[in-house]
Structures are given as C-alpha cells and as structure tokens.
C-alpha cells in the first residue's frame, strides 16, 4: 500500500530528473562543447537552422542506449514497482518534450498562451509563422 502511495512522488521524480538531464545534455553537453562532439554539431546546427532537426532514428538509438543503461541501474536501487515507474516518467517526459519541441518548430500559435509559451521556449528560427492565426 505504501508502495502505491508513493508513486505520484516517483512520477514526478522522472519528470524532474528529466528536466535537469535536458537542461544538463542542451547546456553542458551542446552549447559548452562547441561542436566537438555529434550532438554538439547537431545541436548547434539546429540553433542555426531551426529547420533542422537530428534524424529521429538517432535520437532513438540514443535514447535507447541510455534507457537501456539506466532502467536496470534504476530497477537495482529502487526496486521493481518504484524502479519501473520512475523509469518510465522520465521516457515518457522526454517523449512529450521531443514532441513539443519539434511542435513549437512547425506549427503556429493557436492561442495567446502558445504565443507566450512559443516565445519562452523556442527562441530560434521556427517553420511556422509567429502569429496567432485562430
Ligand atoms: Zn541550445
Ligand atoms: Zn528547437
């Protein structure tokens, strides 16, 4: 019961942890290595031409990998139930941010707070045009 009772926390874990592994990957690994590693020279290119996205088999293989490391390290520590859902938040944080991202590339605004969200969370060159158009 206890067990139970505790996973909103373990969500919300995977979600945060989630958040700092983006902020740490974009940040650290990207922008502070200046091109010297592929997903620096993707990234970089990216912040160039927001047209450009990495092919997504890539970012797939990657993810993969790194679920593939992190998901029995976490099942070690924390146990089957907890270990699983933890993992499982974070997959599914970065799969609903890879979706957004791109979103806020290719498509308008169809509100005043996608307008707002768009102008705080893609601040490069985008597809779609900048105005509200509904
Ligand atoms: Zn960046
Ligand atoms: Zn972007």
């Known amino acids: 019961m206890t067990t139970i009772l505790y996973l909103p926390i373990r ?3 995977g979600v945060l942890t989630w958040s ?6 974009h940040n650290w690994y990207g922008h502070l290595a200046k091109g010297r590693n ?4 993707e990234h970089l290119k990216h912040h160039t031409n927001g047209q450009y996205f990495a092919p997504t088999w890539e970012k797939a293989i990657a ?7 992190a ?8 146990g089957p139930l907890i270990g699983l859902s933890y993992a ?3 997959a599914a944080t970065y799969l609903a941010y890879e979706w957004f991202h791109r979103r806020c590339h290719t ?12 102008k705080h969370t893609c601040t490069i060159t985008t597809l779609a045009p900048k105005r509200i158009t509904a």
């Open 38 to 41: 592929r997903f620096s020279r």
């Open 20 to 25: 700092f592994a983006e902020y740490a990957l």
């Open 11 to 13: 969500l919300v874990l």
């Open 107 to 118: 498509h308008a605004p169809k509100t005043r707070y996608g307008a707002w969200l768009r």
């Open 71 to 78: 998901t029995p390290v976490t099942l070690w520590i924390a």
């Open 63 to 69: 993810a993969s990998i790194a679920l593939a490391i």
């Open 88 to 90: 499982t938040a974070f």
